[in-house]
Nanobody, 117 residues
Framework: VVLVESGGGSVQDGGSLKLSCAVSSRLFITYNDMSWYRRPPGGERELVATLTIGGNTNFADSVKGRFNISKDVNKNMMWLQMNNLKPDDTARYYC???????????WGFGTQVTVSS
């Protein structure tokens, strides 16, 4: 399974970005809980948002009310809408199953988000 993230960029504090995740396997995106993760500079990868098979969403406390996760299994796509971005959101963002790397999946290259104050 190949995961390709895109949509990152550099924005000002308070700005918005929408990240995209293209998934090579419809089965993978349909039958797994899917998540966005991020690795801040010098930090560890952390869970940001999850969309369960049943359609429930969970968010890290730091992004609640600002981020939204969605997917379209017919398009093999997942998205992360990020609003009111803050400098602490600066990180490389990745999509994957939750738990990650189910089956043949492995981490993609990610997409960089940089928020300046």
């Amino acid at each position: 399974v190949v995961l390709v993230e895109s949509g990152g960029g550099s924005v000002q504090d308070g700005g918005s970005l929408k990240l995209s995740c293209a998934v090579s396997s419809r089965l993978f995106i349909t039958y797994n809980d899917m998540s966005w993760y991020r690795r801040p500079p010098g930090g560890e990868r952390e869970l940001v948002a999850t969309l369960t098979i049943g359609g429930n969403t969970n968010f890290a406390d730091s992004v609640k009310g600002r981020f939204n996760i969605s997917k379209d299994v017919n398009k093999n796509m997942m998205w992360l809408q990020m609003n009111n971005l803050k400098p602490d959101d600066t990180a490389r963002y990745y999509c994957n199953s939750n738990p990650p790397n189910k089956g043949t999946a492995s981490w993609g290259f990610g997409t960089q988000v940089t928020v300046s104050s």
